[in-house]
């Protein structure tokens, strides 16, 4: 069951202090919710408008999983403190673009997995490999389930078989696998450095800064919501909880549930 926190508490910083709310929002799961196709997954222009909303009052980013062009053709980039694609690879801050340096390195090294990946794992019906610039969604939400256990079995042998395997790792999400860079490109380092950012605005003239608000719904999501908790913030989390959230993470239960929430906060 899910505990819908008053939207006046993600005003509040939990450590007294007096930092103001900055927002961290996953996209598929979190703000919209999933669809049978990940190339259907969209916001509605309610929730459009009300993010830009949001975005005109407190700092806001978007963190996803999604490649830096898919995301950007879901988002009103302008609007926004900070956008992040492709786990954490690429970040998007005050008109300039950050690249983690190991996933520059990884995004060289992809494409010959990628071009195995879609040869052998596609031959799967409902398989859809999905590659980005610096990793690679293999979704399965489509494929009948007898034949799940197949489509694992050979995408960790073709993973067995990569010859850059040591640069990069396998994680699963919700009825998705993601082949992503090794070595600290991770949603909750992408919080971090955004909120380094934040840090350094010289508005802020010696103010006491910002408490992350991080919202998501899946694996990856995971590290961010805790690291957002272990900064003195609040953790969102949409949907059933997992094993390792921390405890002080407060449990939502759909994306709709957390947008009742960011429109009270306007």
């Not at 403190?81 to 995004?107: C, F, M, T, Y």
């Not at 197949?150 to 073709?158: G, V, Y």
């Not at 805790?226 to 993470?249: C, K, Q």
């Not at 549930?257 to 429109?263: H, K, P, T």
Request: with cysteine.
């Amino acid at each position: 069951m899910g505990f819908r926190p008053s939207p006046r508490t993600l005003l509040i910083d939990p450590t007294g202090q007096g930092r103001s709310p900055a927002l961290f929002l996953d996209f598929d799961g979190t703000l919209a919710p999933l669809s049978p196709s990940p190339s259907e997954v969209r916001l509605s222009e309610t929730h459009v408008r009300l993010l830009c909303r949001l975005a005109d009052r407190y700092p806001t980013f978007v963190i996803s999983g999604r490649g830096e062009a898919d995301l950007l053709s879901r988002l009103p980039p302008a609007d926004l403190a900070g956008i992040s694609g492709d786990h954490g690879a690429v970040r998007l801050l005050a008109g300039e673009r950050h690249l983690h340096p190991r996933a520059q390195q990884a995004g060289a090294l992809l494409p010959e997995f990628v071009a195995r990946a879609k040869s052998v794992l596609e031959a799967i019906p409902g398989i859809v490999v999905e590659p980005k610039e610096f990793s690679l969604s293999v979704h399965y939400r489509a494929v009948d389930p007898k034949r799940i256990p197949e489509a694992s079995a050979l995408l960790r042998r073709l993973f067995g078989e990569f010859s850059a395997r040591e640069m990069f790792r396998i994680s699963e999400g919700k009825m998705v696998w993601e082949v992503r860079p090794e070595g600290g490109v991770t949603k909750e380092e992408t919080l971090d450095f955004f909120l380094g950012a934040l840090a350094s605005r010289p508005e802020r003239d010696g103010g006491p800064g910002y408490f992350p608000v991080m919202a998501g719904d899946d694996t990856t999501d995971l590290g961010a919501v805790n690291r957002a908790v272990e900064r003195g913030g609040i953790g969102l989390w949409v949907g059933d909880p997992p094993a390792g959230l921390d405890p002080a993470a407060r449990v939502l239960v759909s994306p709709d549930a957390l947008w009742e929430i960011l429109q009270g906060l306007l």
